[in-house]
């Protein structure tokens, strides 16, 4: 659920006006919307950050899962996402200007992969953020519809519960889906053992 709060901001003045410590809100073309997802879009987005987590200190992999980080996309200072999960480059954060005092991302070097758990709000997922998400160069993009609510030209017909892993490749996102009990395959974790129900399952 999103919700609309009436005043139009720069990102700058976004990033000084976000109350420190709680609430959860994303700038779009300088309208702040408060996120306010359902519990269990919360569990899928957890869960999945702990998995991953695990996978990080086994694999001691120089990565960073922050409690919340805003995405600056390309071209604009009035728009600014908060991805349901976010895994960071740690030595690539070195050369973010806004990371140290904004925990703002700017480039898509900076990220291993940023993950979306669709809700009510699917077309900003399968869309917007899918474009900019491309157009930053995040090598990975994972929409998580575990509840199947996406578009059929998304996640084919019948629609069904879908786990999409974009790739970028040569400038452009690539999509392999999962169901089912398929395993899901992810560049930047090919060790990770999770098929796609177990996702889904999350969300029960």
């Known amino acids: 659920m999103i919700q609309a709060i009436p005043q139009l901001m720069t990102l700058e003045e976004f990033l000084d006006w976000y109350p420190d410590g709680y609430g959860r809100y ?3 073309n300088g309208v ?3 996120m306010q997802p359902t519990g269990t879009h919360e569990q ?3 869960t999945l950050a702990g998995e991953l987590f695990v996978e990080i200190r086994r694999l001691q992999l120089p990565y960073l899962i922050p409690r919340q980080a805003i995405v600056k996309p390309v071209d604009t200072d009035k728009s600014g996402y908060n991805p349901d999960v976010i895994v960071l480059d740690l030595p690539a954060l070195e050369n973010e200007p806004l990371w140290k005092k904004r925990s703002t991302i700017t480039k898509g070097e900076s ?3 940023v993950i979306e758990v669709v809700s ?3 077309r ?5 953020k899918f474009i900019d998400y491309e157009a930053l160069g995040i090598p990975e993009y994972w929409v998580v519809d575990y509840l199947g609510l996406g578009g059929k030209r998304y996640i ?3 629609k069904q519960p879908t786990f999409s892993i974009y790739q970028l490749i040569d400038g452009e996102y690539q999509v392999q889906q999962f169901r ?4 899901i395959v992810s560049p930047a974790f090919p060790e990770l053992n999770l098929t796609a129900n177990q996702v889904f399952a999350m969300g029960i």
């Open 124 to 128: 900003d997922d399968y869309g917007h």
């Open 156 to 158: 084919g017909t019948p």
């Open 26 to 28: 994303e700038l779009w």
């Open 111 to 113: 990220v291993r992969v």
């Open 44 to 46: 899928v987005g957890g």
């Open 120 to 122: 009510t709000n699917w």
């Open 32 to 34: 702040v919307l408060e």
């Open 180 to 183: 089912g009990g398929e395993r």
